[in-house]
């Protein structure tokens, strides 16, 4: 599977969990105020171990950061967006295409009134022979 149809399949459950992708390559830091709440930063940071076969072919997977930019008007909606956030989390380890979490997931505050969760993970398999 490309790196393009892995996208789609992350991209699927974050819509369909009310999310938007932040447009621009922007930050969840930098974003615009119109992504200031459930707004989704996905990147592909590079890959896992690369295992050479003994038919000079490669096999790895893509590493990945996701963050998620919450509004948090007070305590309990950070706790509504904290839990929210694991739903996500939940909904992706349980693809067969999630192959492990590099860095656990994290729900930290960007300043009074924003959360940032973030993800690092592999996902999905490439061999090429």
Known sequence: MSWASNKTTIATILTDNDYREIPENKTVESC?????????????????PIVE???????????VLLE??????????RHINYQSFLNVF???????DYKGT??????EDIDEKHTKGSWMFFF???IEC
């Open 32 to 48: 615009a105020i119109s992504h200031n709440n459930a707004a989704y930063r996905l990147q592909p940071i590079g890959t896992s």
């Open 53 to 63: 076969t003994t038919s000079n072919g490669i096999q790895y997977a893509h590493k």
């Open 102 to 107: 590099i860095a656990e997931p994290t729900f």
């Open 124 to 126: 999905g398999e490439e």
């Open 68 to 77: 998620i930019k919450f509004k948090n008007i007070d305590s309990d909606e």
């Open 90 to 96: 939940e909904a992706m380890a349980t693809l067969d």
